[in-house]
């Protein structure tokens, strides 16, 4: 059986893309008339030969209870096994509470990669690192505004030396990182921020929310994310590629938007890699 | 329409109670026959009028998929409705997404309160606080070993001052609370802590996990926790009460252990109050 890491090499190569399509349905963007699940199945079916990944925000389905689950479940079920598929949930919780979410995401749901909250310290991480053939994305630096309030906080370490919240996070995830399993995400719209973590850890794979409406540049991003060999950085864009057309043909457009996404991304990758 | 605080309130009084019955169903040590909701539904009957609120987290639901969430769902109903639940649940996420959360807590499943996590900043608690009638418990030192990776650590503010991550949040908390509805969740293993919180936010609800098998004591937590009225301390024991005995005489049991723990906090209020 692939690794996470094997299987996000295997499909970003098969597709040439950084690209991760974000599964984030909202019912006030989908065409009326258009059930949820089936508007995720025409855009995994438009855009499946065009992503290192799919992520589904599992807020988008708790919302509508058993029925959205349900949804999601179909969901799952209509993604190529060649494709992984990161579950975003970013769970935190201690011991075997986080062991029970650890066995949800990555047994009841079968995702092969998932999103995990540091605030509660190792012990809250560990569970799902034992799922080693997984992957763990560690929050790091989020793309949203109020990510500073905490996460740019400078702390003094044992030496007096200062360093962000941020980093301390990224260190604390590369110490976890024994079974070669741990990612983390930093949003695009921290590009510095990007280019120190991947200068820190150089192999993990980054999953980068932020391009497009929240204000990443997509060139700028991938030459601060991607590792030597120009792969590893898993690049998210949701809304810019599912509801790029509001109706009938949103699956075309769709499709249109992540060519145009996954190219853009291509092209600014370093000419040396791959 | 009572508010969280005023439902809390309500129910403390009647039940001359600060303790929190903590459902969160193992299958492992639910007596063998006995179905995960029905379990709990017994637990509920044998205790709810010892507590001032049920916590269930969701994680041990989650883990089994949808046929977890029909048992939540059949938890939820059997929840007289005079009792506060908390939905145990650590969200945290951005924008949108956030609100997504708190429509499936408050709105879906209708908690009366729930946990959030504050990792990334203001913007992503806000949306849970729009909802002015339901709690928010903001997660500021949890009760694990872990926590101290990242809550004890001394961030410098902007005049050159330490304080530790968890004060820093307890702060950013108290600003959010225009609506008085924030609480935190600080655990009664850290008790200097625990009294630290208490004098720097003097009304707000103290959702308090880790006593028992983690450790926390009982009278030292509620001196540390309780308000000027000897409330507001909601003081979490899940499997020292549901887990008490692990055959047919579970909820019998669960009472017992259920009264023992509520007569131990009653005891230790201050003598002046209520």
């Given at each position: 059986m692939d690794t996470f890491?094997?299987?996000?090499?295997?499909?970003?190569?098969?597709?040439?893309?950084?690209?991760?399509?974000?599964?984030?349905?909202?019912?006030?963007?989908?065409?009326?008339?258009?059930?949820?699940?089936?508007?995720?199945?025409?855009?995994?079916?438009?855009?499946?030969?065009?992503?290192?990944?799919?992520?589904?925000?599992?807020?988008?389905?708790?919302?509508?209870?058993?029925?959205?689950?349900?949804?999601?479940?179909?969901?799952?079920?209509?993604?190529?096994?060649?494709?992984?598929?990161?579950?975003?949930?970013?769970?935190?919780?201690?011991?075997?509470?986080?062991?029970?979410?650890?066995?949800?995401?990555?047994?009841?749901?079968?995702?092969?990669?998932?999103?995990?909250?540091?605030?509660l310290g190792r012990d809250s991480i560990e569970p799902f690192l034992e799922y080693n053939w997984k992957g763990v994305f560690v929050l790091c630096r989020t793309s949203n505004p109020g990510s500073a309030d905490l996460q740019s906080l400078n702390m003094l370490d044992n030496k007096g030396d200062t360093l962000p919240l941020y980093q301390r996070v990224a260190l604390m995830a590369d110490s976890l990182n024994s079974r070669a399993n741990v990612g983390l995400v930093v949003g695009a719209t921290q590009p510095q921020e990007l280019k120190w973590v991947r200068e820190r850890c150089p192999t993990m794979p980054l999953l980068i929310p932020g391009i497009g409406a929240q204000g990443g540049d997509v060139a700028t991003t991938v030459r601060n994310g991607v590792d030597a060999s120009g792969e590893m950085a898993v690049i998210n864009s949701s809304r810019a590629i599912t509801y790029a057309s509001g109706g009938g043909d949103f699956a075309e457009a769709a499709r249109a938007a992540a060519i145009r996404a996954r190219d853009l991304m291509r092209d600014a990758r370093p000419q040396t890699q791959m």
């Amino acid at each position: 059986m692939d690794t996470f890491i094997e299987k996000l090499r295997r499909a970003g190569r098969a597709n040439d893309s950084l690209l991760c399509v974000g599964l984030d349905p909202d019912p006030d963007l989908i065409p009326s008339g258009v059930a949820l699940d089936v508007f995720n199945r025409s855009i995994i079916d438009a855009t499946k030969d065009l992503v290192c990944a799919f992520k589904p925000n599992l807020a988008f389905y708790e919302q509508y209870g058993i029925e959205g689950l349900k949804a999601l479940d179909s969901t799952m079920a209509a993604i190529p096994d060649e494709i992984p598929v990161i579950g975003d949930a970013k769970r935190g919780d201690l011991g075997n509470t986080a062991a029970a979410y650890a066995k949800a995401l990555f047994e009841t749901w079968e995702f092969d990669a998932a999103t995990v909250n540091p605030y509660l310290g190792r012990d809250s991480i560990e569970p799902f690192l034992e799922y080693n053939w997984k992957g763990v994305f560690v929050l790091c630096r989020t793309s949203n505004p109020g990510s500073a309030d905490l996460q740019s906080l400078n702390m003094l370490d044992n030496k007096g030396d200062t360093l962000p919240l941020y980093q301390r996070v990224a260190l604390m995830a590369d110490s976890l990182n024994s079974r070669a399993n741990v990612g983390l995400v930093v949003g695009a719209t921290q590009p510095q921020e990007l280019k120190w973590v991947r200068e820190r850890c150089p192999t993990m794979p980054l999953l980068i929310p932020g391009i497009g409406a929240q204000g990443g540049d997509v060139a700028t991003t991938v030459r601060n994310g991607v590792d030597a060999s120009g792969e590893m950085a898993v690049i998210n864009s949701s809304r810019a590629i599912t509801y790029a057309s509001g109706g009938g043909d949103f699956a075309e457009a769709a499709r249109a938007a992540a060519i145009r996404a996954r190219d853009l991304m291509r092209d600014a990758r370093p000419q040396t890699q791959m």
